[in-house]
């Protein structure tokens, strides 16, 4: 798994649906759905539900669980990034 599928995992679900997310990315639709689809054999359980609405982003259970593991990683990757001064030891 990399931080690149993640992040397009997190983008599908705050756009709410593939369109819109693939735009904001900057990737095509089928590329964002084939980064979702690298994503779950990565982890190996299925994140989205897939039915007569595809471009809808619909989470399962796990979906859910790890949709807020990620979103806590990806804050506090932005925070590491964001760090003005140096870390200080006593």
Same mark, same amino acid.
């Given at each position: 798994? *990399?931080?690149?599928?993640?992040?397009? $995992?997190?983008? %599908? #679900?705050? &756009? +709410?649906?593939?369109?819109?997310? %693939?735009? $904001?990315? +900057?990737? &095509?639709? #089928?590329? @964002? =759905? !084939?980064?979702?689809?690298m @994503? !779950?054999?990565?982890? +190996? $359980?299925? @994140?989205?539900?897939? +039915?007569? &609405?595809?471009? =809808? #982003?619909?989470? *399962? !259970?796990?979906?859910?669980? $790890?949709?807020? @593991?990620?979103?806590?990683?990806? %804050? #506090?990757?932005?925070?590491? !990034?964001?760090?003005? =001064?140096?870390?200080?030891?006593d």
């Amino acid at each position: 798994m *990399t931080l690149e599928l993640m992040n397009a $995992f997190l983008s %599908a #679900v705050r &756009s +709410g649906n593939i369109p819109a997310a %693939a735009g $904001f990315l +900057g990737i &095509s639709q #089928v590329c @964002l =759905s !084939e980064r979702l689809q690298m @994503l !779950e054999n990565n982890i +190996g $359980f299925t @994140l989205i539900q897939r +039915g007569r &609405s595809i471009r =809808s #982003v619909i989470l *399962t !259970e796990k979906g859910k669980q $790890f949709y807020a @593991l990620s979103a806590k990683i990806m %804050a #506090v990757l932005y925070e590491v !990034e964001n760090i003005k =001064s140096p870390l200080r030891q006593d």
